[in-house]
């Protein structure tokens, strides 16, 4: 299978099955003197870890990456300053229950893609959905931990504001708490924290799941990157975080909601400030206009359908064309939403990083 890799200068392959012996990724055109470390990819790759909290797969997975090639050590023997060259990393898989998923070779799981995985290349890999598992994300988010180091200043944070019909109150949102250890859901509002858990424990013992709402905000983006046809920022935004699995819907800035407004509701209207520089007195547009970024934070949010593998049976077909129902086994998560946020984060600093590269290529800015 191609399209294997996204981006134009600062591209990224991601390679490896759920169930295979290792996933990893290339890093390509990320230029030379970025320095980062282990430590700095590995704390974003833990907080998407699988196993961390009841509400997750159970699959114990310690995602370790390694760092194979493009770079050089600093003096200190810790940091690692990018030569240039396409940097390899590698996570090994440890923990994978190919046997679980004996009872479905043959079937195809209502809302996975294994139907129209197995029409398009007549062959596919039942074991977790191989390429086409979750599983694979965890590459991006070691690619994006390389790619928050590429744009000076840049900080790209993520949050889960909706779960099922359960929302955050807005009024309560606080970026510090959203790593907090008694967080396990990434929300900025620590008064929905027992809300999320009574309604997913109910979900999860149903053996059903639930769709979630997640929330990327990247500060320190600069004006001007992007372009106004075909190479729009919000356009390369909305396409990365639509290949992440589960997805269904992104809206950049205000969004959908824009569609019940008026002309003097949704417009940014804007000042000179006493620096010089112009400032917003809104941010209706998510930081993006025709397609070229204004300097404000760039704001986009996607939703994530339910986790198509439940305990509870569905009506289905098989390779030979009989009805069947389908009861998924194994481990997962009620609401992969959650997990999400990470990688959502990671799929924004990609998209940042290479329009900033695709900017200073075009104007030497």
């Known amino acids: 299978?191609?399209?294997?890799?996204?981006?134009?200068?600062?591209?990224?392959?991601?390679?490896?099955?759920?169930?295979?012996?290792?996933?990893?990724?290339?890093?390509?055109?990320?230029?030379?003197?970025?320095r980062f470390t282990?430590?700095?990819?590995?704390?974003?790759?833990?907080?998407?870890?699988?196993?961390?909290?009841?509400?997750?797969?159970?699959?114990?997975?310690?995602?370790?990456?390694?760092?194979?090639?493009?770079?050089?050590?600093?003096?200190?023997?810790?940091?690692m300053i990018?030569?240039?060259?396409?940097?390899?990393m590698v996570i090994e898989n440890t923990d994978q229950?190919?046997?679980?998923?004996?009872e479905i070779a043959r079937q195809y799981r209502p809302g996975?893609?294994?139907?129209?995985?197995?029409?398009?290349?007549?062959?596919?890999?039942?074991r977790g959905g191989g390429r086409s598992s979750a599983r694979e994300t965890a590459t991006r988010v070691a690619a994006g931990?390389?790619?928050?180091?590429?744009?000076?200043?840049?900080?790209?944070?993520?949050?889960?504001?909706?779960?099922?019909?359960?929302?955050?109150?807005?009024?309560?949102?606080?970026?510090?708490?959203?790593?907090?250890?008694?967080?396990?859901?990434?929300?900025?509002?620590?008064?929905?924290?027992?809300?999320?858990?009574?309604y997913l424990d109910g979900i999860r013992k149903s053996g059903s799941s639930?769709?979630?709402?997640?929330?990327?905000?990247?500060?320190?983006?600069?004006a001007g990157l992007g372009a106004p046809l075909y190479a729009k920022l919000d356009q390369d935004l909305a396409s990365n975080l639509m290949s992440i699995n589960a997805v269904k819907g992104v809206e950049i800035g205000n969004g959908f909601e824009a569609?019940?407004?008026?002309?003097?509701?949704?417009?940014?209207?804007?000042?000179?400030?006493?620096?010089?520089?112009?400032?917003?007195?809104?941010?209706?547009?998510?930081?993006?206009?025709?397609?070229?970024?204004?300097?404000?934070?760039v704001v986009a949010r996607f939703a994530v359908k339910p986790t198509s593998s439940i305990l509870t049976p569905r009506r289905s077909i098989d390779k030979d064309g009989r009805d069947v129902d389908v009861m998924t086994k194994g481990r997962h998560d009620p609401c992969v939403g959650i997990r999400a946020v990470p990688i959502g984060e990671a799929m924004v600093a990609c998209a940042i990083a290479d329009h900033y590269l695709r900017h200073r290529g075009q104007t030497g800015k």
């Open 1 to 34: 299978m191609s399209h294997n890799t996204f981006g134009h200068l600062f591209r990224v392959t991601t390679w490896g099955e759920s169930h295979g012996a290792a996933i990893g990724c290339v890093v390509d055109g990320c230029p030379p003197g970025i």
């Open 38 to 79: 282990l430590a700095e990819i590995q704390a974003d790759l833990d907080r998407r870890r699988p196993g961390k909290s009841r509400f997750v797969t159970q699959r114990r997975e310690l995602d370790e990456v390694k760092v194979l090639s493009g770079f050089v050590f600093d003096e200190d023997g810790v940091t």
């Open 82 to 88: 990018s030569t240039g060259t396409p940097i390899s």
């Open 97 to 102: 229950r190919s046997k679980d998923y004996g």
């Open 112 to 126: 996975h893609a294994d139907y129209a995985y197995d029409v398009k290349y007549g062959i596919r890999d039942y």
């Open 145 to 198: 931990a390389i790619a928050r180091k590429v744009v000076p200043g840049l900080v790209v944070r993520g949050a889960l504001v909706a779960m099922g019909d359960k929302k955050i109150d807005r009024a309560n949102w606080n970026w510090n708490f959203v790593d907090d250890a008694e967080n396990p859901f990434f929300t900025p509002d620590p008064e929905s924290v027992e809300v999320f858990s009574d």
């Open 210 to 222: 639930v769709g979630a709402l997640i929330e990327i905000v990247a500060d320190g983006v600069p």
């Open 259 to 297: 569609a019940g407004m008026t002309g003097e509701q949704n417009a940014d209207e804007m000042r000179m400030g006493n620096d010089g520089n112009p400032v917003f007195l809104s941010n209706n547009a998510g930081g993006i206009l025709g397609g070229i970024s204004t300097g404000q934070p």
